[in-house]
């Protein structure tokens, strides 16, 4: 099993930062992906963004590229997702998501299914 919790969200205007944290606990492994989804109020969860356990390979969705940077530190078993110039459209609940998996194949990392562990999310709200 493994345990996912989020942390660094909350209200911030648009074009402002926010820093958030996924701390996982239980049996990790060396090889695995970490992902960050997200889901707007009566949408469907989206992908956000990916990277694998060594940080050599990271995977973002067209609409956060060059705003959003994905990085770990295994020291500390955490993932963090750097949101820079964010825009209302970003607001969601944020959620951390992890497999034991080597990297997926582009269409597979973007999916829900291809994750098996999820921490309960945290809310990011963007004012404009």
């Known amino acids: 099993q493994v345990q996912l919790v989020e942390s660094g969200g909350g209200l911030v205007q648009a074009g402002g930062s926010l820093r958030l944290s996924c701390a996982a606990s239980?049996?990790?492994?060396?090889?695995?992906?970490t992902g960050w989804f997200r889901q707007a109020p009566g949408k469907e969860r989206e992908f956000v963004a990916a990277i694998n356990y060594s940080g050599t390979m990271t995977y973002y969705v067209e609409s956060v590229k060059g705003r959003f940077t994905i990085s770990r530190d295994n020291a500390k078993n955490t993932v963090t997702l750097q949101m820079n110039s964010l825009k209302p459209e970003d607001t969601a609940v944020y959620y951390c998501a992890y497999d034991h998996t080597g990297w997926p194949a582009t269409g597979k990392i973007r999916l829900v299914d291809t994750y098996t562990y999820w921490g309960q999310g945290t809310q990011v709200t963007v004012s404009s």
């Open positions: 239980g049996r990790t492994f060396s090889i695995s992906v």
